[in-house]
């Protein structure tokens, strides 16, 4: 049974940093890619960032580039987002999500099967 979990969601002010976890169960982590998503109220989730099965390739969203950094520990099987210079759009819950393939880097929501049960960011002025 696949588990991802998130952690480390909160409050923020505008400017601050938070660092998401999501770590991963009954997958083999090292062949996923894993995607981090959002989705802030009234809208559809949107990609957020996405990092290779091996950790050496990442794509971000033009949202948030410059701004937030993926990484993953493989002997942890878990993923981060670390996310810097918040802003108040930046508002939404967060999820983490494993590729459908593996050694597949994708950007679509459609191309994740396994997802987390999400974590709420709030960024307040």
């Known amino acids: 049974q696949v588990q991802l979990v998130e952690s480390g969601g909160g409050l923020v002010q505008a400017g601050g940093s938070l660092r998401l976890s999501c770590a991963a169960s009954?997958?083999?982590?090292?062949?996923?890619?894993m995607g981090w998503f959002r989705q802030a109220p009234g809208k559809e989730r949107e990609f957020v960032g996405v990092i290779a099965w091996r950790g050496g390739s990442t794509i971000y969203a033009d949202s948030v580039k410059g701004r937030f950094t993926i990484s993953r520990d493989t002997a942890k099987n878990t993923v981060y987002l670390q996310m810097n210079s918040l802003k108040l759009e930046d508002t939404a819950v967060y999820y983490c999500?494993?590729?459908?393939?593996?050694?597949?880097?994708?950007?679509?929501?459609?191309?994740?099967?396994?997802w987390g049960q999400g974590t709420q960011i709030t960024v307040s002025s």
């Open positions: 009954g997958l083999t982590f090292s062949t996923r890619s």
């Open positions: 999500a494993a590729d459908k393939s593996i050694y597949a880097l994708d950007t679509r929501e459609d191309e994740y099967n396994y």
